[in-house]
């Protein structure tokens, strides 16, 4: 297996760090999977993690200029790491006014993704610093677990408010409660709502649109929705204020998809950047 | 005792307090008499023999750090005739009087410090804008004197370099880093993070930033060597460092052996003394960062980023990993790794085991960097009468007669 990346373009290196630190924000550990066209930041939703599940698309292109992979073998064209992405994350940082930047896998005291940096200085020989991410190489018998989490069949999907004042919303509902309910229809309105012994909150927002139906792999197939009625799922609010915290980039097109007293799937895209997260209800 | 801090000096000497006070609690402050600095120097050598000293170590000895400021560096300076004076202040109080630079610099016209010893009070009073008084009295206590034997004359490798680089250098680290490995050949320097454990090797990440001499003012090398030592120590000097845009200089000698970093100018001079953890590794020759593979820029050589060796011996036992060779014990008179290792050392080894106790939770158990370099002058005490004084190459003799 191998795997060497080289970003030159510093608007390409600043993004891709970017993408980084904010799954470095949402989650501690996950795997990156790499095939010769794209790379995946994973985590797959089980117990341990709470039920939270992510999925982050990028295509390499968009961001490397120089892309090279062989992986596992040939029917199995990929390679699955388990990283810290904060350490990614913190290794890119430090590189940002690098005249190249190299991602390579290799095996140091352990198998490392080394990020290799050429750095300006004023004399003629350039500074050169490596970080070596530790990172565990994930076997084959265990991909199945990664793959991309299908479209749920959801009852409602709808387009979200500014990220940013969901955020400012729920970080002032977090103080009131643990728990959140997230209901939407699909003639474009949403609630936020929390309910404890004393006070009851909830924020309104309208207007704001539903994807075309028709979107997505698996759709409801029963008789049409009654588009006013309300599909709801009652969350534990910290994953959401998490999922919102990381965000650093507005995303062109924001939406997500409820599965009435389910899951709840947010679904942020970029131009060149795909993420999904899964929140699980909680009872 | 009376001494005025006029102008732009005011920040140089709240600087020197914030430097100082990333080292140690106390701020030992002695106005310095003797014709004989303690802390020699190569070039800039304060000869002038009056000034004002402002020192902390911290608890485990393990590092130190000193200013001195001559006369000049202040526009009034008188220190009591006859006995010799110095006491110790909680360096947090001093802090409190210099507590925001940036307003001191825009409102502060002088400092007057002034030694009232019938209250055993330093009185920092602040001249500011607008007529106004601002007056600290912070009692003090009688010290030991607190000096560092250490002598840069004899430290075959040195460097002298823009803080600007040390700074970049250390901006890769995360600030909860403690310890780097510096390693030095004839034409590089690399600096590392230093992880102690075996089983932290695994899992954490592993930085290193190679410097050419090139970016040095002044880049001497006698021997290829390594040195650790504590980088939480190393901020407080680079701070102010670059905020004075002095170059700073490096002085060692061999592991085990303290790393001294000073900054000078005509008036004033700081130093800053680090153990260094005595692991007698050389270079380090079983990673691919060896010497000579950093001499020209890492070839694109796709080919050693194979992993299939790694692979196979997945489902197998993994065989355990490339350990860097273990610290030894040497028998360099510089060394003093471990409390139970032989203390031939001029140290007062068993007031060192009691000081560990006295170790902060949030200090690393700094077993390793046992203080090396403390030949002074604390009471003599029923252990000190015991203790070999050793000769010593980097040692001056024993300091001056405390009676």
């Known amino acids: 297996m191998r795997f060497r990346g080289k970003i030159v373009d510093v608007a390409c290196l600043n993004h891709f760090t970017r993408v980084v630190t904010t799954i470095s ?63 990614l994350s913190r290794a890119l940082k430090t590189v940002q006014n690098a005249k190249s930047v190299k991602v390579k896998l290799t095996k140091k005291h352990c198998p490392c993704l080394t990020v290799s940096a050429e750095l300006p200085t004023m004399s003629s020989i350039s500074r050169v610093v490596t970080h070596d991410v530790p990172v565990d190489v994930i076997p084959t018998r265990l991909w199945h677990e990664l793959k991309e989490p299908s479209m749920p069949d959801f009852d409602v999907s709808i387009y979200l408010p500014p990220l940013k004042t969901i955020k400012n919303v729920v970080d002032r509902m977090k103080n009131l409660s643990n728990f959140l309910v997230i209901e939407a229809n699909m003639n474009g309105k949403m609630n936020l709502k929390i309910e404890t012994d004393l006070v009851s909150v909830s924020t309104h927002f309208r207007d704001l649109g539903n994807p075309p139906s028709g979107d997505g792999a698996s759709q409801d197939g029963s008789p049409t929705r009654d588009p006013h009625s309300m599909a709801e799922v009652r969350v534990d609010i910290r994953k959401l204020q998490q999922f919102l915290v990381g965000q650093q980039v507005n995303p062109s097109k924001s939406m997500c998809n409820i599965v009435h007293q389910s899951v709840v799937h947010l679904i942020l895209l970029h131009e060149d950047v795909s993420l999904q997260y899964f929140i699980p209800s909680v009872a | 005792m009376q001494c005025v801090v006029t102008g732009g000096n005011v920040k140089v000497l709240a600087k020197a307090i914030h430097s100082l006070s990333r080292i140690g609690e106390e701020l030992y402050v002695e106005p310095q008499k003797d014709g004989v600095s303690c802390c020699a120097t190569v070039r800039n050598t304060i000869t002038s023999s009056c000034h004002l000293a402002l020192r902390s170590v911290n608890s485990s000895r393990s590092a130190y750090a000193c200013f001195l400021f001559a006369p000049l560096f202040f526009s009034r300076y008188s220190i009591p005739n006859g006995k010799d004076f110095r006491c110790k202040i909680a360096i947090k109080s001093v802090q409190s009087v210099f507590r925001s630079v940036a307003t001191l610099e825009k409102t502060v016209e002088k400092c007057h410090i002034e030694l009232d010893e019938e209250n055993d009070r330093l009185t920092f009073t602040l001249h500011c804008k607008h007529g106004l008084l601002k007056t600290h009295n912070l009692s003090y206590q009688d010290s030991e004197s607190l000096q560092a034997m250490f002598d840069k004359d004899a430290c075959t490798t040195n460097f002298r370099v823009n803080p600007r680089v040390l700074v970049d250098t250390v901006a890769h680290f995360p600030p909860s880093l403690e310890e780097v490995t510096v390693t030095v050949s004839d034409e590089r320097m690399w600096v590392r993070n230093y992880v102690e454990d075996e089983t932290e090797r695994s899992k954490a990440m592993l930085t290193e930033l190679c410097l050419a001499s090139d970016e040095f003012d002044h880049f001497v090398v006698k ?24 170059p700073v200089s490096m002085y060692f000698k061999e592991p085990g052996c303290p790393v001294v970093l000073s900054v000078t100018d005509s008036v004033m001079e700081g130093n800053f003394v680090l153990a260094t953890l005595s692991d007698g590794s050389s270079p380090p ?5 060896g010497a000579h593979t950093q001499q020209s820029l890492p070839p694109d ?30 028998t360099d008179p510089c060394t003093s790794k471990l409390p139970e290792a032989n203390h031939k050392t001029r140290t007062h080894s068993e007031e060192e085991e009691e000081e560990e106790v006295a170790d902060g939770p949030d200090r690393p158990p700094n077993k390793k960097f046992r203080s090396l370099f403390f030949g002074s002058v604390l009471p003599p005490s029923p252990q000190m009468s015991t203790q070999p004084v050793t000769t010593q190459e980097v040692l001056a003799s024993d300091s001056e007669d405390e009676s």
Not at chain 1, 25 to 46: A, E, H, I, Q
Not at chain 1, 51 to 57: A, L
Not at chain 2, 231 to 246: D, H, P, Q, T, W
Request: hydrophobic fraction near 40%.
């Open chain 2, 223 to 246: 021997a290829h060597n390594s040195f650790t030592f504590c980088l939480k120590e190393l901020r407080g000097l680079l701070v102010f460092a670059e905020s004075n845009n002095l």
């Open chain 1, 25 to 87: 924000k949402l989650t501690k550990t996950c795997v990156l999977r790499l095939n010769p066209d794209k790379l995946f930041f994973v985590l797959s939703g089980k117990v341990a993690n709470g039920g939270v599940g992510m999925w982050c698309e990028l295509s390499q292109a968009n961001f490397f200029d120089e892309y090279q992979m062989e992986g596992f073998n040939p029917e199995n064209n990929e390679i699955c790491l388990e990283v810290a992405p904060e350490n």
């Open chain 2, 285 to 289: 020759k079983n990673k691919s960062k």
């Open chain 2, 301 to 330: 050589d796709f080919m050693n980023d194979d992993m299939d060796s790694y692979l196979i011996a997945m489902d197998t036992s993994v065989a355990s990993s490339a350990a860097e060779p273990p610290a030894s014990t040497l």
